[in-house]
């Protein structure tokens, strides 16, 4: 099943506004500027906590911070603090300073791990290790941080909104982490290290999540370039069949066909999809 790139937009759910009660927020603010903090003041818990509430309605995410870490400074103890900590999450989130949503997150679940709202604090540490998932030519700690993350929600609190929108990403992410392993192996190969690009293409196609995910055409196409240079000619034939079993239609099949007849082992099953072009054979790079 083939799936989709990453968005690039960040994730706005009715998930994350249920979870700290928070209506139509829409107006955004840019993280890191600079901006005095509050002066210590004891005053009222509830005038903290409302003030911070009216600049999170307002979109002031980092107004609406300091207010409820003030709440947490001086009333440590208290369900205002707890309630200050979720609301924490969300303002970070939405300023996109995930580094602080993962913290409060952190703090949250160790403070408060039975407490019903814990599942929210798992789901947005794992979703702000989401958003910072990078192109697949960088390193991949954050894909991998946030894999683990959403399946820890999955295992945890299944059937929940959290574990189903988890599911959708999970698969999102196993495509990152399987377009990684494809950029590797199309540098070893165009290096001329056949071997080890082999490796990588039949990570991709070895790992039950990857066999999933848009890359698995690729990959088996490649193992079919990669065995015949190898002079492995029935794995090259095994992976081609394999391929045209499960890809009639894909322009990789229509690849792979052409190249074993070159070699004299034309499949049995003819390509029911098109060569796009002679481009398709160039290793990208």
């Known amino acids: 099943m083939l799936r989709s790139s990453l968005p690039a937009s960040k994730f706005r759910t009715g998930l994350i506004l249920s979870a700290v009660a ?9 993280a890191g500027r600079d901006r005095p903090r509050l002066a210590y003041e004891e005053r009222p818990v ?8 009216e600049r999170l309605e307002q979109g002031r995410w980092n107004d609406a911070i300091d207010y409820f870490q003030e709440v947490e400074r001086q009333h440590p103890y208290s369900e205002w603090s707890r309630r200050s900590i979720l609301m924490q999450i969300y303002a970070s989130y939405q300023s996109s300073d995930y580094a602080e949503a993962i913290a409060a997150s952190d703090r949250f679940i160790q403070l408060f791990p039975g407490n019903p709202s814990a599942p929210y604090a798992f789901y947005m540490k794992a979703l702000s290790n989401f958003e910072q998932i990078t192109d697949v030519g960088r390193d991949q700690g954050y894909a991998q941080a ?9 295992r945890r609190y299944p059937g929940t909104s959290y574990a189903i929108d988890a599911t959708v990403k999970i698969d999102m992410v196993n495509d990152q982490l399987a377009g990684k392993e494809m950029e ?5 190969q165009r290096a001329g290290q056949p071997l080890a690009a082999l490796n990588r293409y039949k990570s991709v196609i070895e790992n039950e999540a990857y066999q999933r995910t848009s890359h698995t055409p690729e990959a088996l196409y490649r193992l079919v370039e990669v065995n015949l240079v190898l002079g492995l000619k029935e794995e090259a034939t095994r992976n081609g069949a394999v391929l045209g079993f499960n890809y009639p239609g894909s322009p990789w099949y229509a690849e792979a066909y052409a190249l ?3 070699d004299g ?3 049995e099953v003819a390509p029911t999809g098109e060569r796009e072009s002679w481009l398709r054979r160039i290793i990208p790079g």
């Open 22 to 30: 928070v209506s139509a927020l829409t107006i955004s603010a840019c």
């Open 46 to 53: 509830e005038a903290l906590y409302n003030t911070g509430y």
């Open 146 to 154: 946030a894999l683990d993350g959403l399946k820890d929600v999955q």
């Open 184 to 188: 590797i192996g199309r540098y070893y």
């Open 260 to 262: 074993l007849s070159e």
């Open 265 to 267: 082992r034309q499949p």
